[in-house]
Protein backbone atom coordinates (compact mmCIF):
# COMPACT_ATOMS: atom_id res chain seq x y z
CA UNK A 1 0.00 0.00 0.00
CA UNK A 2 1.56 3.46 -0.62
CA UNK A 3 1.15 6.19 1.67
CA UNK A 4 2.81 7.96 4.29
CA UNK A 5 4.00 6.61 7.78
CA UNK A 6 5.11 8.92 11.15
CA UNK A 7 6.38 7.62 13.89
CA UNK A 8 6.11 7.35 16.68
CA UNK A 9 2.67 8.44 17.34
CA UNK A 10 2.65 9.64 20.48
CA UNK A 11 6.18 11.03 21.37
CA UNK A 12 7.28 12.84 25.03
CA UNK A 13 10.03 14.95 25.48
CA UNK A 14 11.87 16.10 28.51
CA UNK A 15 13.39 19.90 28.95
CA UNK A 16 16.48 21.08 27.14
CA UNK A 17 15.98 17.57 24.98
CA UNK A 18 15.94 17.07 21.42
CA UNK A 19 13.68 14.61 19.42
CA UNK A 20 13.65 13.29 16.41
CA UNK A 21 10.16 12.90 14.36
CA UNK A 22 10.34 10.23 11.48
CA UNK A 23 8.56 10.52 8.19
CA UNK A 24 8.20 8.33 5.37
CA UNK A 25 6.64 8.18 2.04
CA UNK A 26 6.39 5.29 -0.52
CA UNK A 27 4.38 7.58 -3.13
CA UNK A 28 7.35 8.76 -5.17
CA UNK A 29 6.58 12.50 -3.88
CA UNK A 30 9.24 14.67 -4.75
CA UNK A 31 8.13 17.18 -2.11
CA UNK A 32 7.61 16.67 1.65
CA UNK A 33 6.32 18.88 4.22
CA UNK A 34 6.11 19.49 7.74
CA UNK A 35 3.59 21.52 9.78
CA UNK A 36 2.65 21.94 13.81
CA UNK A 37 -1.46 21.94 14.59
CA UNK A 38 -2.30 23.80 17.81
CA UNK A 39 -5.66 23.59 19.23
CA UNK A 40 -8.34 25.90 17.18
CA UNK A 41 -5.38 27.18 15.10
CA UNK A 42 -4.90 26.15 11.42
CA UNK A 43 -1.82 24.00 10.06
CA UNK A 44 1.35 26.21 10.48
CA UNK A 45 4.20 25.08 7.84
CA UNK A 46 7.50 24.59 10.10
CA UNK A 47 9.95 23.12 6.88
CA UNK A 48 9.23 22.39 3.27
CA UNK A 49 11.45 20.31 0.78
CA UNK A 50 10.75 19.98 -2.99
CA UNK A 51 13.95 17.86 -3.49
CA UNK A 52 16.33 15.64 -1.85
CA UNK A 53 18.98 17.42 -0.53
CA UNK A 54 17.37 20.61 -0.53
CA UNK A 55 14.64 22.47 2.07
CA UNK A 56 13.40 25.84 2.60
CA UNK A 57 12.18 27.08 6.30
CA UNK A 58 8.29 27.81 6.51
CA UNK A 59 6.85 30.75 8.83
CA UNK A 60 7.21 29.13 12.25
CA UNK A 61 11.24 27.02 11.24
CA UNK A 62 12.62 28.42 14.80
CA UNK A 63 13.60 25.78 16.94
CA UNK A 64 13.12 22.96 14.39
CA UNK A 65 15.79 21.34 12.00
CA UNK A 66 15.41 18.82 8.78
CA UNK A 67 16.83 16.59 6.52
CA UNK A 68 16.27 15.23 3.62
CA UNK A 69 19.08 12.45 2.33
CA UNK A 70 16.54 10.66 0.41
CA UNK A 71 13.22 10.95 -1.65
CA UNK A 72 11.37 8.56 0.99
CA UNK A 73 12.49 10.68 4.13
CA UNK A 74 11.92 13.82 5.83
CA UNK A 75 12.54 13.84 9.45
CA UNK A 76 12.11 16.62 11.51
CA UNK A 77 14.02 17.50 15.14
CA UNK A 78 12.48 19.39 17.73
CA UNK A 79 15.64 21.46 19.58
CA UNK A 80 15.98 22.39 22.92
CA UNK A 81 15.39 25.68 21.27
CA UNK A 82 11.62 25.56 20.79
CA UNK A 83 10.33 26.59 23.83
CA UNK A 84 6.59 25.83 23.06
CA UNK A 85 7.05 22.08 21.08
CA UNK A 86 3.71 20.59 22.77
CA UNK A 87 1.60 20.16 19.53
CA UNK A 88 0.42 17.40 16.48
CA UNK A 89 3.07 17.77 14.12
CA UNK A 90 2.00 16.64 10.74
CA UNK A 91 4.00 15.29 7.69
CA UNK A 92 2.82 15.50 4.10
CA UNK A 93 3.83 15.13 0.52
CA UNK A 94 2.93 15.52 -2.61
CA UNK A 95 4.42 15.59 -6.63
CA UNK A 96 6.25 18.83 -7.33
CA UNK A 97 5.76 21.27 -9.77
CA UNK A 98 2.45 19.65 -11.30
CA UNK A 99 0.15 22.67 -10.28
CA UNK A 100 -2.16 20.31 -8.88
CA UNK A 101 -0.77 21.67 -5.18
CA UNK A 102 -2.68 18.33 -3.65
CA UNK A 103 -0.75 17.50 -0.38
CA UNK A 104 -1.58 13.81 1.09
CA UNK A 105 -0.55 13.39 4.85
CA UNK A 106 0.54 11.18 7.46
CA UNK A 107 -0.98 9.94 10.44
CA UNK A 108 1.12 12.64 12.60
CA UNK A 109 2.61 12.47 15.51
CA UNK A 110 1.55 13.90 19.19
CA UNK A 111 4.67 15.54 21.22
CA UNK A 112 4.15 15.92 24.66
CA UNK A 113 6.35 17.87 27.08
CA UNK A 114 7.29 16.78 30.57
CA UNK B 1 -7.47 40.12 7.01
CA UNK B 2 -6.33 36.39 7.25
CA UNK B 3 -5.16 34.95 4.48
CA UNK B 4 -7.67 32.30 4.67
CA UNK B 5 -10.83 32.75 6.97
CA UNK B 6 -13.71 30.15 8.09
CA UNK B 7 -16.30 30.61 10.56
CA UNK B 8 -15.53 27.55 13.46
CA UNK B 9 -18.61 26.80 13.64
CA UNK B 10 -19.55 23.96 15.18
CA UNK B 11 -23.11 24.22 12.98
CA UNK B 12 -24.99 21.66 14.52
CA UNK B 13 -27.37 20.30 11.77
CA UNK B 14 -29.63 17.51 12.06
CA UNK B 15 -29.11 14.34 9.60
CA UNK B 16 -30.74 14.65 6.02
CA UNK B 17 -30.14 18.51 6.31
CA UNK B 18 -28.20 20.62 3.80
CA UNK B 19 -25.59 22.83 5.27
CA UNK B 20 -23.03 25.25 3.46
CA UNK B 21 -19.86 26.82 4.53
CA UNK B 22 -18.05 29.81 3.05
CA UNK B 23 -14.73 30.49 2.91
CA UNK B 24 -12.36 33.77 2.19
CA UNK B 25 -9.10 34.18 0.70
CA UNK B 26 -6.90 37.39 1.30
CA UNK B 27 -5.13 36.89 -2.03
CA UNK B 28 -6.44 37.50 -5.24
CA UNK B 29 -3.58 35.60 -7.25
CA UNK B 30 -4.52 32.56 -5.58
CA UNK B 31 -4.97 29.18 -8.38
CA UNK B 32 -5.85 26.31 -6.36
CA UNK B 33 -8.55 25.64 -3.92
CA UNK B 34 -9.18 22.48 -1.70
CA UNK B 35 -11.57 21.22 1.09
CA UNK B 36 -9.64 18.99 3.30
CA UNK B 37 -11.60 16.75 6.42
CA UNK B 38 -10.27 16.21 9.35
CA UNK B 39 -11.86 13.86 11.92
CA UNK B 40 -10.86 14.48 15.68
CA UNK B 41 -7.11 14.07 16.20
CA UNK B 42 -6.88 12.45 12.92
CA UNK B 43 -4.88 14.09 9.72
CA UNK B 44 -6.72 15.97 6.96
CA UNK B 45 -7.41 14.09 4.44
CA UNK B 46 -8.29 15.88 1.02
CA UNK B 47 -12.32 16.05 0.66
CA UNK B 48 -11.76 17.91 -2.91
CA UNK B 49 -10.57 20.14 -4.85
CA UNK B 50 -12.18 23.13 -5.94
CA UNK B 51 -12.32 24.26 -10.15
CA UNK B 52 -13.88 27.52 -11.66
CA UNK B 53 -16.71 25.75 -13.00
CA UNK B 54 -17.67 24.31 -9.75
CA UNK B 55 -17.80 20.12 -9.07
CA UNK B 56 -19.67 17.78 -7.40
CA UNK B 57 -18.99 14.49 -6.27
CA UNK B 58 -21.83 12.65 -4.69
CA UNK B 59 -23.96 14.57 -1.89
CA UNK B 60 -20.71 17.54 -2.17
CA UNK B 61 -20.52 20.39 -4.26
CA UNK B 62 -17.76 22.69 -4.24
CA UNK B 63 -17.89 26.63 -5.75
CA UNK B 64 -15.32 29.05 -5.97
CA UNK B 65 -16.06 33.28 -6.61
CA UNK B 66 -13.05 34.60 -7.77
CA UNK B 67 -14.28 38.13 -7.97
CA UNK B 68 -15.52 38.18 -4.18
CA UNK B 69 -12.30 35.69 -3.26
CA UNK B 70 -14.31 32.83 -1.56
CA UNK B 71 -14.83 29.00 -2.06
CA UNK B 72 -17.83 27.31 -0.45
CA UNK B 73 -18.83 24.11 0.10
CA UNK B 74 -22.47 22.38 0.00
CA UNK B 75 -23.05 18.72 1.89
CA UNK B 76 -26.68 17.39 0.77
CA UNK B 77 -28.44 14.78 3.10
CA UNK B 78 -26.22 15.06 5.48
CA UNK B 79 -25.10 11.97 7.31
CA UNK B 80 -24.00 11.20 10.73
CA UNK B 81 -20.66 10.48 9.57
CA UNK B 82 -20.00 13.67 8.00
CA UNK B 83 -19.69 15.01 11.57
CA UNK B 84 -15.86 16.37 11.51
CA UNK B 85 -14.10 19.59 10.91
CA UNK B 86 -13.88 21.08 7.30
CA UNK B 87 -10.56 22.89 6.10
CA UNK B 88 -10.52 25.42 3.64
CA UNK B 89 -7.26 25.42 1.87
CA UNK B 90 -5.73 27.59 -0.79
CA UNK B 91 -2.46 27.58 -2.59
CA UNK B 92 -0.37 30.46 -2.68
CA UNK B 93 1.83 30.63 -6.47
CA UNK B 94 4.82 29.94 -6.16
CA UNK B 95 6.39 33.34 -7.15
CA UNK B 96 4.86 34.64 -4.32
CA UNK B 97 6.28 31.98 -2.29
CA UNK B 98 10.17 32.51 -3.62
CA UNK B 99 9.66 28.18 -4.40
CA UNK B 100 7.67 25.65 -3.27
CA UNK B 101 3.90 24.73 -3.40
CA UNK B 102 2.75 26.55 -0.82
CA UNK B 103 -0.81 26.01 1.23
CA UNK B 104 -2.57 27.81 3.88
CA UNK B 105 -5.05 26.42 5.86
CA UNK B 106 -7.98 28.02 7.70
CA UNK B 107 -8.59 27.13 10.95
CA UNK B 108 -11.50 24.93 9.99
CA UNK B 109 -15.32 24.48 10.12
CA UNK B 110 -16.93 22.12 12.69
CA UNK B 111 -19.97 20.07 11.43
CA UNK B 112 -21.86 18.08 13.87
CA UNK B 113 -24.89 15.65 12.09
CA UNK B 114 -27.05 14.92 15.01
CA UNK B 115 -29.71 12.64 15.35
Excluded at chain 1, 8 to 24: A, I
Excluded at chain 1, 33 to 56: K, T
Amino acid sequence: DGGITQSPKYLFRKEGQNVTLSCEQNLNHDAMYWYRQDPGQGLRLIYYSQIVNDFQKGDIAEGYSVSREKKESFPLTVTSAQKNPTAFYLCASSMAERGTGTQYFGPGTRLLVL
Amino acid sequence: RKEVEQDPGPFNVPEGATVAFNCTYSNSASQSFFWYRQDCRKEPKLLMSVYSSGNEDGRFTAQLNRASQYISLLIRDSKLSDSATYLCVVNIPRRLTGGGNKLTFGTGTQLKVEL
